[in-house]
T-cell receptor, first 116, second 113 residues
Framework: GAGVSQTPSNKVTEKGKYVELRCDPISGHTALYWYRQSLGQGPEFLIY????????DSGLPNDRFFAVRPEGSVSTLKIQRTERGDSAVYLC??????????????FGEGSRLTVL | AQSVAQPEDQVNVAEGNPLTVKCTYSVSGNPYLFWYVQYPNRGLQFLLKYITGDNLVKGSYGFEAEFNKSQTSFHLKKPSALVSDSALYFCAVRDGSNYQLIWGAGTKLIIKP
């Protein structure tokens, strides 16, 4: 499709389990962002990729969270030893240019993670 | 520190009436301002942006926003609301030297027939 694709759309897991969330950005978009959105709040920045490298991972809450983008396209957000507080909607966005661009972000529909 | 405030959790407007969704911001440099809309079970969609130039910017679906530097505001407006405008609206800001967007908490807009 033409838009940002995120899978799975919903994920229910048990506390302590490992989870992977996938993002397929718009073709040709070099910048990719992960955000987390809790109910009643705006998106919270997690990590930004420019190409294959993580240009800024300052938003990752702790070392249980990790993200990769090995070929500069698809990205995977990985969460180890999940906790109930990790429950949220994880949003992926992509854009055409580098971090200095003034253009808009294109968002996927999100992956809703529920940790029981 | 950069911040965005959307002072209203919810705005109720009758269909056909004008609507305003408020946003104020704080940045250290020149602000880049954005409005996004989120429909139920859908991803965030870009509506409009202010980077430089004319203080009144026009965007998708008939929406517009006015940049007011002295009041550090960027309120979203539409002359005549539609029921289909009902959604969650987010204001976001970044300064020119930083790509990170800072987001408001969102305002739920309800348009009643």
């Amino acid at each position: 499709g033409a838009g940002v694709s995120q899978t799975p759309s919903n994920k229910v897991t048990e506390k302590g389990k490992y989870v992977e969330l996938r993002c397929d950005p718009i073709s040709g978009h070099t910048a990719l962002y992960w955000y987390r959105q809790s109910l009643g709040q705006g998106p919270e920045f997690l990590i930004y990729f420019q190409g294959t490298g993580a240009a800024d991972d300052s938003g990752l809450p702790n070392d249980r969270f990790f993200a990769v983008r090995p070929e500069g396209s698809v990205s995977t957000l990985k969460i180890q030893r999940t906790e109930r507080g990790d429950s949220a909607v994880y949003l992926c966005a992509s854009s055409l240019a580098s971090g200095s661009n003034t253009g808009e972000l294109f968002f996927g529909e999100g992956s809703r993670l529920t940790v029981l | 520190a950069q911040s965005v405030a959307q002072p209203e959790d919810q705005v109720n407007v009758a269909e056909g009436n004008p609507l305003t969704v408020k946003c104020t911001y704080s940045v250290s440099g020149n602000p880049y301002l954005f409005w996004y809309v989120q429909y139920p079970n859908r991803g965030l969609q870009f509506l409009l942006k202010y980077i430089t130039g004319d203080n009144l910017v026009k965007g998708s679906y008939g929406f517009e926003a006015e940049f007011n530097k002295s009041q550090t505001s960027f309120h979203l407006k539409k002359p005549s609301a539609l029921v289909s405008d009902s959604a969650l609206y987010f204001c976001a800001v970044r300064d020119g030297s930083n790509y990170q967007l800072i987001w408001g908490a969102g305002t739920k807009l309800i348009i009643k027939p």
